[in-house]
């Protein structure tokens, strides 16, 4: 839907090695009123055995305004072909919820 509001965020992203830690954060305010207002978080803590092969757990969060947070935990999986990048999220692993994001990305 179209929201008229701001939403500052970070990203931010740790390597040591072969191990890497990426997250970013962003709240949106909504200027039509506190209830639309929500925090979204997403992290993963991953190891690169291999130059094109990154696997690891992700986890994310939503909170919308007066409510609990929302968190999704899951595993990661990416491959490298050059500067392409096909990645597979499973949430909820192993539950009645569980779900699959498929991700593609090209790396400038």
């Known amino acids: 839907g179209n929201t008229n509001g701001i939403a500052p965020g970070y990203e931010m992203e740790l390597v040591y090695k072969s191990f890497d830690l990426y997250s970013e954060t962003e709240y949106l305010f909504d200027f039509s009123g506190k209830e639309n207002n929500f925090l979204y978080t997403w992290t993963e803590l991953a190891v690169m055995p291999t130059d094109n092969f990154r696997t690891g757990i992700t986890i994310q969060r939503t909170r919308l305004y007066q409510t609990e947070f929302d968190i999704q935990r899951g595993l990661l999986a990416e491959y490298y072909f050059g500067k392409l990048r096909a990645g597979v999220y499973y949430f909820s692993p192993f539950s ?8 593609f990305s090209v790396d400038f």
């Open 96 to 103: 009645s919820d569980n779900f699959f994001i498929a991700s």
